[in-house]
């Protein structure tokens, strides 16, 4: 399934980039013929008014007309050249030395079919290639009641050249940015899908964790079960199996606070109040489940006010020393401080338990992970998880440090106010 996914965000990826490039180089295209067009149109345009208007003097004054003259066509550059009619009859002109092109265009001139101040494209083939003219024409109404038209033409082949030199440029160019649309798509795909893969993995493990940790409690109540069969008066059976109930029931109610978190379900109650209040009441109840413990609160003077969700941030602190209380040995010495630092309330709990080494440090918040592989142990894997998710509900960050023999340092940053 996750290789049919990342074969499927690679297409798209692909698909995507592609296309975003050649709108691209079909929009650069357009603008650069448009732009090239545009400027041979008011060449030419220019071009035909300085001739109508030599044409209007020399004919109404009886000037002497220019020679007709044959040109050659330089299909590399631009070039414009005139013919002029008086009445139908040819008066002047530039004619090719092409004599097959010359007379194609003579008698394409002639056939009338023009009108006035539009731009023709026109297409003839001469003894050996074909040429490409825009062409444009004005009419004239002499004194003597003679009409007159002048006919500019441009020799359009070097645009049509430069044009098609921009297409094979850009057809090599979507080629190469095909390529590395797949390369990039496949780098971003495989990006994409390392998380996915993560995330898919984890919560295959976590089904798994799941599923094993439901499975021992039911088992072990199942065993006390009959065995009330055989001794119902024993009340160490019982007892027994009433703590598995209870170790069953808090495993539940973590799993459906993960399951909370993930569907991003979970509404922050805000209310603005006293950490350090809190903390000291937090303190006193887990005091009187552990007495052996001993426990230290540092507070500043000066009370915490913060605006959060109350109820999580005990849960949060309760988690904490929940922890240190069931992996500290005999002696348990716990700390709880909390101070203000630039509008962000940081809390520390430190202990002088096992401690952690650098590679449990790095999965000491993933769920159903303990440091001790045996599944028979005091807590369910799932308070840190927990207390990570209430923190990053919280804008807060929360890191671990910890020496093996010498204990933990848990620190969490808070903002006082929420945003």
Do not use: C
């Not at 050649?22 to 545009?38: E, I």
């Not at 459906?256 to 109040?273: C, G, H, M, P, W």
């Not at 000491?364 to 927990?386: E, M, N, P, T």
Request: aromatic share 10%; glycine share 4%; charged share 25%.
């Amino acid at each position: 399934m996750i290789d049919k996914i990342k074969r499927i965000l690679i297409i798209k990826y692909t698909i995507i980039i592609a296309f975003i490039l050649l709108s691209g180089f079909v929009a650069s295209y357009l603008t650069y013929r448009h732009n090239v067009v545009t400027f041979q149109e008011e060449n030419l345009s220019d071009y035909l008014f300085d001739e109508a208007w030599d044409a209007h003097d020399l004919i109404s004054h009886n000037k002497p007309l220019p020679r007709i003259h044959k040109i050659t066509l330089d299909n590399k550059r631009l070039y414009n050249f005139t013919y002029w009619f008086i009445d139908g009859e040819m008066v002047y002109a530039e004619v090719p030395l092409d004599a097959v092109l010359a007379g194609r265009l003579l008698a394409r001139l002639r056939s009338g079919n023009f009108k006035e101040n539009i731009f023709y494209h026109v297409k003839l083939r001469g003894e050996n290639k074909k040429s490409y003219f825009l062409m444009m024409k004005k009419d004239m109404l002499l004194p003597n009641g003679r009409k007159a038209e002048i006919f500019a033409l441009s020799n359009y082949v070097p645009i049509r050249k430069s044009t098609r030199k921009y297409v094979r440029v850009a057809i090599y160019a979507m080629v190469i940015v095909v390529i590395l649309s797949y390369l990039l798509g496949s780098f971003l795909a495989a990006r994409s899908m390392k998380y996915i893969k993560n995330t898919f993995e984890k919560q295959k493990r976590f089904v798994s964790d799941a599923t094993h940790e439901l499975r021992t409690p039911l088992s072990i109540m199942l065993s006390y079960t009959e065995l009330l069969e055989y001794k119902p008066d024993n009340p160490k059976v019982r007892q027994n199996l009433k703590d598995e109930i209870m170790h069953m029931n808090g495993l539940i109610d973590n799993l459906l606070t993960i399951a909370r978190y993930d569907n991003q379900r979970v509404k922050l109650n805000q209310s603005e109040f006293d950490l350090s209040d809190m903390f000291q009441k937090t303190v006193e109840q887990i005091s009187e489940l552990a007495p052996s413990a001993d426990i230290h609160l540092q507070l500043p003077r000066k009370k915490i006010k913060v605006t959060a969700d109350k109820g999580m941030i005990q849960q949060l602190v309760y988690i904490f020393l929940d922890n240190a209380l069931k992996y500290t040995g005999e002696d348990k010495k716990i700390t709880l401080r909390a101070k203000v630092d630039n509008a962000k309330v940081k809390i520390e709990i430190e202990d002088n338990g096992q401690g952690l080494s650098e590679e449990e440090q790095k999965y000491i918040f993933d769920r159903f992970w303990r440091a001790d592989a045996s599944r028979h142990q005091k807590g369910l894997g799932l308070g840190l998880s927990i207390a990570l998710e209430i923190v990053k509900l919280h804008k807060g960050k929360i890191k671990v440090s910890s020496e093996q023999g010498k204990g933990s340092i848990f620190t969490v940053t808070l903002p006082i106010v929420l945003p």
